[in-house]
């Protein structure tokens, strides 16, 4: 049964930015309890390999995409906005992500997206301090035990 779209009405964000080369080698890592049959039907045509604008993670565990838009008000910040989703528990890329990112693809659109634009170095700079990011925050979603 195939996952449930997104409502119409929800603008997507979202825009791949890894290089295809990444995205083709990487396999998705799914979290424990993720239907991957049911799954992967819905996040193979988000895939910028199979034509979406979204890539795997190096390590498959996360969708990634970089979004760019005409102004400012739309983004935040240079008008670019870059988006990952990925479950950390249990860790990998759950069914919960691939919705999300199916979602933000729908909300960009009816924002104004712009088309994208060829890959550059920067993807390799803003990917790494995704990174950063998260290694810093640790597994900020799980209760600590007292």
Not at 10 to 17: A, E, K, V, Y
Not at 106 to 131: F, K, M, N, V, Y
């Amino acid at each position: 049964m195939p996952l449930p779209r997104p409502s119409s009405r929800i603008p997507s964000l979202i825009r791949p930015f890894s290089s295809r080369a990444s995205a083709m080698a990487a396999q998705p890592r799914f979290s424990a309890g993720t239907d991957a049959a049911k799954v992967t039907p819905a996040l193979t045509p988000l895939l910028s390999s199979e034509g979406g604008r979204w890539a795997l993670t190096n390590d498959g565990a996360a969708l990634e995409r970089r979004f760019q838009f005409k102004t400012f008000a739309k983004t935040w910040v240079y008008n670019t906005t870059f988006i990952r989703w990925t479950t950390h528990n249990p860790a990998g890329l759950s069914e919960k992500d691939v919705i999300m990112a199916a979602a933000c693809d729908e909300l960009a659109a009816e924002l104004g997206e712009l088309a994208p634009e060829p890959e550059a170095d920067q993807s390799c700079t803003i990917r790494g301090l995704a990174d950063q990011a998260a290694a810093a925050a640790g597994d900020c979603c799980t209760p600590k035990k007292k």
